[in-house]
């Protein structure tokens, strides 16, 4: 910090440390450096001012009446810069924090924790921005979102990595639809019926594993939607058997059931991303999303 054009704030700071001590070894020991480097500080900041600080004889230092009026005034300006740095890292501390995830998942414990911390703003601010499947980890790398909500596990580095929910692909079904007593639906079950699909470019990794899966067949695709809240209605009117993860949609209504789906393996795993030595707000978002995805389960 520079406090005028003649002064910055750790000239002050040393020039204190020495006026306390009035030796300028043990000065220089107590700021960690040599006390050439310290006598040179001292000097540059006497030619700055045209002004004697210290009285120097081979036995002893003493403050001159301009270097006792440095001290006095010093200190509280020091004192007060301490104060506002504080205050300022503070409000740095509490700022927002940006949470993106895809939104089309429509996940319950993301929400509480939203307004959970839109009720907490003195401790945190928290910004959920839509991100596709496939950017969610390069944002988080590149720093333009603080966490991010993705599928596990991801290739990021030193990113620091927390699971939060495990489940698996499946469809939603009709109770009564011939699918619904099975125990788990395969590429032939599903073959020839109408699907709900979500859109390519909102998860084109699980989207494509999801074509190859049938082995050739084609989908007989009724819907692409962007909002994953629409699916088990959609259902409920007979558009189609809506391929979901288990945990987006819970619980679910009346007349509808959950089938597991082999095509996309056997589990998937939901978990949160973050770059390392995260500020104390984000912290507190991690701990809180954590805390609701646990009681989601």
């Known amino acids: 910090m520079l406090i005028s054009e003649d002064m910055d704030i750790h000239q002050l700071r040393s020039f204190l440390v020495l006026a306390n001590l009035l030796h300028f070894r043990k000065a220089a020991e107590a700021l960690n450096m040599t006390q050439s480097a310290l006598s040179q500080q001292m000097a540059k900041l006497e030619r700055e001012y045209d002004l004697e600080l210290f009285h120097r004889t081979s036995r002893a230092v003493s403050l001159t009446s301009a270097g006792r009026l440095l001290q006095r005034r010093g200190r509280k300006l020091v004192a007060d810069y301490e104060k506002l740095d504080q205050e300022m890292r503070s409000i740095s501390e509490r700022s927002s924090v940006r949470l993106g995830y895809l939104e089309y998942q429509n996940l319950g414990f993301v929400h509480r924790t939203v307004r959970n911390f839109s009720n907490e703003s003195d401790k945190a601010r928290l910004e959920v921005i839509n991100v596709n499947a496939k950017e969610i980890v390069q944002q988080v790398i590149q720093g333009e979102i603080d966490l991010g909500i993705t599928h596990l596990p991801v290739d990021g580095g030193d990113l620091m990595v927390s699971p939060l929910l495990k489940g698996e692909w499946g469809f939603i079904v009709p109770s009564d639809h011939p699918c619904a007593e099975k125990p788990r639906l395969t590429a032939a079950d599903v073959e020839g019926e109408k699907l709900i699909l979500f859109k390519r470019d909102l998860n084109p990794t699980a989207y494509d594993t999801f074509i190859k899966s049938l082995k050739g067949r084609k989908p007989k695709v009724s819907l692409h939607i962007t909002q994953s809240a629409q699916g088990?209605?959609?259902?409920?009117?007979?558009?189609?058997?809506?391929?979901?993860?288990?945990?987006?949609?819970?619980?679910?209504?009346?007349?509808?059931?959950?089938?597991?789906?082999?095509?996309l393996g056997r589990e998937i795993q939901l978990g949160l991303i973050w770059r390392k030595r995260p500020k104390a707000s984000t912290r507190l978002v991690i701990d809180e999303l954590k805390r609701q995805a646990k009681s989601f389960e």
């Open 232 to 263: 088990p209605q959609l259902v409920k009117d007979r558009a189609g058997l809506f391929l979901v993860a288990s945990y987006v949609v819970q619980p679910l209504a009346q007349g509808l059931v959950f089938k597991p789906y082999t095509g």
